[in-house]
């Protein structure tokens, strides 16, 4: 790592170059780093667990791409697929064997999905499995956690109301107020939250969607009998359970969360890892849903780069990797010695916080309390997490640039890598203590 005052300068140049054209110099808000007071890196390279910054700064990367990469960066085997598929060319806007070969994994991977449809984002999956539901139960009414994110839909850019399993607000403008009334938003872990709006839009809830395992305000798991509540409330009011697995999926588990907990989804919407780095997402689930799907059904989905063929190249790639060897047992591993570490280093320090890990991601709270919904992340110290990522940036450690994000730990972090982010964390904690 450089240091001094100007040790991101070419960065500072770039982002002010990039503003001048694009709404405030990023092409996704959180890559701004407003959530931290800061700048953003420009990145130039990544290999392995490492990205280099345009300055030639070098980072151990936890982001990982905000979860795809759980290979590391530049994966031999995944640039040589993706490299191969290309002279071969790179759209063909027709079916290939690759896209089935990728549905076949999937659907051996997860036992509640029969069918799938590839497409291009885990927004445009979610949109596409909440039209389904609606479909398939002739309902519209959805009902949502609040603090799980799944993606900018109009529908589901939502804030919950003033009371228990109140008619949503939009939380975006451009959201018009009749889409926004047609979400329940309840707190996250709430069992007598999600029994109310059952009970309150009796026979109009065509779905129930969640984050199993939530990760969109911070890693927080599901407590016990949550899922399965979940299903049993969606079973007896014949209502949809969509788990949104873009982030969990093929990474808390080949078979995602739903293979961790034992809880089935009628929908399941995938992402992130499901494209290898590139971007692609999936929709799958029962047949009998699926099918209604054009152009079998009455449902209209439809998408130019659908199934690219890089995309699948790269999914099929990393996906034949994790279901070899010992794969998960080395990512859990790594994220307990990580958690492990980072709660020895804090308690030294006389820092209060909690640490929420499931497999590979995790997040660190600065709170003396459990983490179990939004209104308890909100509840943690944000300033001290500023401080906690200032300081870990300067000293070669890649955070995600937000309180409300996870950490992501990847096949490629090493024993070393690990212990250097804890050394450079125990050093941190004691800064942020003497101050």
Not at 49 to 78: Q, T
Request: hydrophobic share 45%.
């Amino acid at each position: 790592m450089k240091s001094g005052k100007n040790f991101r300068q070419k960065s500072a140049h770039a982002f002010a170059e990039a503003s001048e054209v694009i709404p405030g110099g990023v092409n996704s808000p959180v890559r701004a780093f407003g959530g931290v007071d800061t700048e953003p890196l420009f990145i130039g390279s990544a290999s392995g667990s490492k990205i280099y910054d345009i300055d030639g700064n070098e980072y151990i990367d936890y982001v990982c791409s905000w979860g795809p990469m759980i290979l590391g960066h530049a994966h031999p085997k995944v640039v040589r697929a993706v490299t191969e598929a290309a002279r071969r060319g790179m759209s063909f806007g027709a079916p290939t064997q690759a896209e089935t070969a990728l549905a076949q994994k999937v659907v051996a991977a997860f036992g509640s999905i029969e069918k799938v449809r590839m497409i291009n984002s885990g927004t445009e999956a979610v949109m596409t499995a909440v039209r389904l539901a609606r479909a398939f139960t002739e309902r519209d009414y959805i009902i949502k956690m609040v603090g799980c994110y799944h993606g900018h839909s109009d529908s589901l850019l939502v804030s919950a109301g003033s009371g228990l399993a109140q008619i949503s607000k939009p939380s975006s403008k451009g959201v018009p107020q009749q889409l926004a009334e047609l979400t329940v938003a309840i707190p996250y872990n709430d069992f007598e939250a999600v029994e109310t709006a059952f009970e309150k839009y009796r026979g109009r809830i065509a779905a129930v969607l969640v984050e199993p395992v939530a990760a969109n305000m911070g890693v927080v798991p599901p407590v016990d009998g949550y899922l399965q509540m979940l299903r049993r409330l969606s079973d007896k009011n014949g209502a949809v359970l969509i788990f949104d697995e873009v982030i969990t999926g093929f990474r808390v588990a080949l078979g995602g969360a739903q293979e961790l907990y034992g809880v089935n989804a009628d929908l399941t919407c995938l992402g992130k890892i499901i494209g290898g780095g590139l971007p692609a997402a999936m929709v799958g689930g029962l047949a009998k849903i699926m099918d209604m799907l054009a152009p079998l059904g009455p449902v209209y989905q439809a998408g130019t780069l659908s199934g690219n063929p890089l995309a699948t190249a790269a999914a099929n790639a990393t996906l034949e990797i994790l279901a070899g060897g010992d794969c998960y047992t080395r990512l859990e591993a790594s994220g307990a010695a990580l958690q492990a570490g980072l709660e020895h280093a804090a308690e030294s320090a006389g820092i209060a916080v909690t640490i929420n890990r499931v497999g590979s991601i995790m997040s660190c709270f600065f709170t003396d309390k459990p983490v179990l919904n939004f209104t308890d992340v909100r509840g943690s110290n944000i300033k001290m997490f500023k401080k906690f990522f200032s300081g870990m940036l300067k000293g070669g450690i890649y955070l995600a640039p937000s309180a409300y994000e996870a950490m992501f730990v990847s096949l490629a972090h090493s024993k070393e890598d690990v212990e250097k982010t804890l050394k450079v964390a125990h050093n941190v904690f004691n800064r942020i203590a003497d101050d």
